[in-house]
């Protein structure tokens, strides 16, 4: 993200429009403090939290610029969860969300397949002294256990490969479960998808898991990815409704969900709920949290 369009982002975001200032100084502190360094910085995120990132790290440093890169979907995350729920972070990547639901009290349970990610991420479980409520797993999820080739140098749109793709970058091969396998006696509360595309093979596996009803919302990212796989996006959109889920976003500053009426998000992600009503009344009553000077 250049200057201009990191300017562009904080000048527009919720939690930073209003306190731009503020904001620049903190990421041209944070530029040149982890440049000049050459290593991991550790900033504030949500609370007494804090996130371990460095240049190139391109969702971690989107939350150091704005509070909450993914505004709408992690806002969520902090207003639904409560301590003691179960949050499952699939395609974790370093950790922005996995210490976000911490920040609840939440339980977590992350799969990251690639190594090196992999590391990031304990290293920030380690840094936010969590690692009796994190749980964090060198794995790829996907509808049967065994092996899968995926790109290893994309930061945080590293993919599942599949054969004959001729990609020239670093690739690595990956240890894969099932989700119901995985989570055998648990009942997350929410889960967050996002794997490029590879939705409907983590789904696929996953059966049981859906059919409980102590899952009770799913942030998933359906950008279109899933075509290099060949899969229907609008299908696994059907699905999910199928399955009770009805397609919503959120607006964090109203702390109001809005029923998308059986559309899909325009921002990349969906939020799917069970009982919206209920969902609503939780939302309401959350704690207020502080994010980069703001209360939310």
Known sequence: ??????????????????????ALVRTVRWQIGSRVLGWSVAVPFVDNTRLLAKPGMHGATGN????????????????FLRPG????????????????ASATGANVISFEPVPSTYEA??????????ETRVDARNQAVGRAAGELEMVSDQ??????????????????RVSVTT??????????????????????????GAKTIFANPSLRAVVMELNGSGARYGFDEEGLHQNMQTAGFRP??????????IDLNG??????????????EAVQREVTQAPVFRVVGAEL
């Open 155 to 172: 930061d945080s749109t590293n993919h599942a490969l599949i054969a004959g793709d001729g990609y020239a970058g670093k690739t690595i």
């Open 1 to 22: 993200m250049g200057f201009l369009n990191t300017f562009l982002f904080i000048s527009r975001h919720p939690l930073t429009r209003q306190r731009k200032l503020s």
């Open 64 to 79: 150091i610029y704005s509070g909450l890169h993914e505004f709408e979907d992690m806002a969520f995350v902090l207003h």
């Open 263 to 276: 559309e899909r998000s325009a921002s990349g992600n969906t939020l799917y709920l069970r009982d919206v």
């Open 85 to 100: 729920d179960l949050f499952v972070d699939i395609g974790a990547n370093i950790g922005s969300y996995t210490i976000l």
């Open 179 to 204: 989700l119901d396998y995985a989570l055998r006696g648990e009942s997350p509360k929410l889960l967050k998808i996002d794997v490029e595309g590879f939705e409907s093979e983590v789904l696929a």
């Open 248 to 257: 919503c976003r959120y607006d964090p500053l109203l702390r109001r969900v």
């Open 121 to 130: 991420l304990l290293d920030n479980i380690h840094l936010n002294r969590l």
